[in-house]
């Protein structure tokens, strides 16, 4: 009896861990050429509704990767349903991930396209219900074994708790052998129902899920009639969009930061006073430098030139004096000889004329004095007027100005703070300009000059031309580009710094490229095995072309019939024969 306990116990257990135990599947790999691709599907085994998918790409160069897209669909075969379906995102080269929301538990297709670097297609089904996955060509065939239904696990464990709660009822009273046989039996007979249920069964419905599935209507596309057309030689890079110029203001003295009124995006002209640098000191020092510049400014141009004036007429009274006793000298001297006056009023007479000639010489000493005193006023002047004039600007500099048309970009400083010289108290870029900055990869730049034509197309398709105004001379020897700049205008702001752009820098003198005129949107993989689906009889037939040229924005192509109706937007996301319908804008 105790070995057939122990028996039923063993079985309620083993359900138990059967019930709770996940199915672990193993992540499916695929080969496209050399590469190896995984699909790794969370949660794993896959379950009805949300599901994050990352596939990882390895035996393939990084620079062949990080130029590959990868765009995903889905459909469910036992219904001809489609699912979900778009571009996945890229985590890093060689890495993408995106979302499914699987509807319902069936077994469904998941596409995996490939363009660009890496071309290629590979389909892997998934089996919802049973957890099962497994990947294959799009050109095999796969044989699915029935989905099960694993409902019936849950409805088992139902059953088996409640025998176990009458067992424990029943076994209290009535121990013998044969009660807890059957007990055994009955638990072995409902986990082995189980087993057969889940394996062969028929899986469940949810039919709330399928109102998410996509269905079989025509898929709404638009497409443009090919023409004639041809391209001349071209490089394509993506580029990144910079402010012609970045300033920052800082400020030129020191004070108490008021009047800082302008923000983040503000726009401001040049000359404009955007803050004012509260220091009474400035104002006052530049006064009385002024002041003294005045004073000096007299005393060169009023005083110092009077007292040379006075100087020469000193001189001239003194001249004549010296003159009036060099003669009288001559005349005492006949009078001396003659015996009309005494030596004694000779020797006074002597004595007068050099007096006169002494004043003479000190009034011409005091004249060259007061010329040179003019040389050194106006020299004092020309010293204190400079030192005004310095005055004066340091006291300006309280004003702060913008030196240029402007935005703000940032502001550094609050108003109310006590700021030091050179202090940043703003940053601005000029923006009526801007700087197309593409990395260029090295085989293309001996084919670029300065002066090349180049197209640089915004997100919104609008175009804006300009030419190449530098090219970097020395490429990056770890991604072998080198960056080729080109200023455009930008007077209406239509394009905002820090944005990405496709840059399209057109060789003069190159050979052209005849064809097909179609937008390169149109063109679904890469350069080589590429296609463009036309539309024949409301289906999506795809077509082999053969790419001549391409600019980003329009490529020229062979191998289409005349006058084909080409589908452009919504291309990618197309399968072979799917039906469409042409959608006006």
């Not at 620079?63 to 890093?92: C, D, E, I, W, Y």
């Not at 060509?137 to 409640?162: K, Q």
């Not at 004639?228 to 394509?236: D, R, W």
């Not at 010293?383 to 005004?388: G, I, R, V």
Request: neutral net charge; aromatic residues 4%; charged residues 15%.
């Amino acid at each position: 009896m105790i070995k057939i306990a122990r028996l039923f116990f063993c079985l309620v257990l083993l359900s138990v861990v059967t019930l709770v135990a996940p199915v672990t599947a193993a992540p499916i790999t695929h080969r496209i050429g050399p590469a190896t691709v995984t699909l790794i599907l969370t949660p794993d085994p896959p379950a009805i509704g949300g599901e994050v998918a990352t596939v990882i790409v390895t035996g393939v160069n990084g620079g062949a990767l990080r130029s590959t897209q990868l765009q995903f669909s889905t459909t469910m075969p036992s219904m001809k349903m489609n699912g979900p379906a778009g571009v996945a995102r890229t985590v890093a080269p060689g890495r993408w991930t995106f979302d499914l929301d699987l509807g319902m538990a069936a077994p469904w297709n998941v596409s995996l396209n490939f363009t660009g670097g890496l071309n290629g297609r590979v389909n892997y089904t998934v089996d919802v219900a049973a957890a099962q996955s497994k990947g294959e060509t799009s050109s095999a065939t796969t044989s699915m074994a029935p989905a099960g239904d694993w409902t019936a696990w849950r409805t088992a464990a139902l059953l088996l708790f409640a025998l176990g709660l009458l067992a424990l009822v029943v076994l209290r009273r009535d121990r013998r052998t044969g009660t807890i046989a059957l007990f055994a039996t009955a638990a072995v007979v409902v986990i082995g129902i189980a087993m057969i249920k889940a394996q062969y069964g028929s899986a469940p419905m949810d039919m709330n899920a399928m109102a998410n599935v996509a269905g079989t209507a025509p898929v709404a596309v638009q497409s443009i009639r090919v023409h004639p057309g041809t391209q001349g030689a071209s490089v394509s890079a993506p580029g990144t969009v910079s402010p012609y110029l970045t300033q920052t203001i800082v400020a030129r003295a020191s004070g108490l930061l008021s009047d800082f009124n302008v923000y983040n995006g503000d726009k401001i002209q040049a000359g404009q006073q955007i803050a004012y640098l509260n220091e009474p000191e400035l104002g006052s020092s530049a006064a009385a430098a002024q002041a003294a510049a005045q004073a000096a400014q007299i005393q060169a141009m009023h005083h110092a030139p009077n007292d040379v004036r006075m100087a020469q007429n000193d001189i001239a009274a003194k001249q004549r004096a010296a003159d009036y006793w060099s003669r009288e000298i001559v005349r005492e001297s006949t009078l001396l000889r003659e015996g009309a006056v005494s030596q004694q009023e000779y020797q006074n007479e002597v004595a007068q004329a050099a007096s006169a000639q002494a004043d003479l010489r000190n009034a011409l000493i005091k004249a060259s004095d007061a010329t040179a005193s003019i040389g050194q006023a106006r020299a004092q002047y020309n010293q204190m007027q400079n030192e005004a004039a310095a005055q004066s600007t340091l006291a300006s500099y309280r004003s702060v100005i913008s030196p240029s048309d402007a935005v703000v970009v940032k502001r550094l400083a609050d108003p109310g703070t006590y700021v030091q010289a050179g202090t940043p108290i703003a940053q601005i870029a000029v923006l009526d300009k801007l700087r197309v900055q593409a990395n260029v990869a090295q085989a293309d730049l001996p084919q670029i000059g300065l002066g090349d034509p180049v197209d640089v197309v915004l997100p919104t398709g609008a175009v804006l031309h300009g030419r190449v105004s530098s090219v970097q001379p020395v490429a990056d020897p770890s991604t072998h580009t080198a960056m080729v700049e080109t200023i455009v205008e930008n007077s209406h702001g239509s394009l905002q710094p820090g944005g990405f752009v496709r840059v399209t820098i057109h060789v003069p003198g190159a050979a052209t490229s005849s064809g097909d005129a179609i937008p390169a949107a149109a063109l679904v993989g890469g350069a080589n095995g590429s296609l463009v689906y036309i539309i024949e009889n409301g289906t999506a037939v795809p077509v082999r072309v053969v790419v001549l040229s391409n600019d980003g924005a329009t490529a020229i192509v062979r191998g289409l019939q005349s006058g084909a109706n080409v589908i452009t937007d919504g291309a990618a996301n197309l399968q072979p024969g799917q039906a469409v319908t042409e959608a006006h804008p």
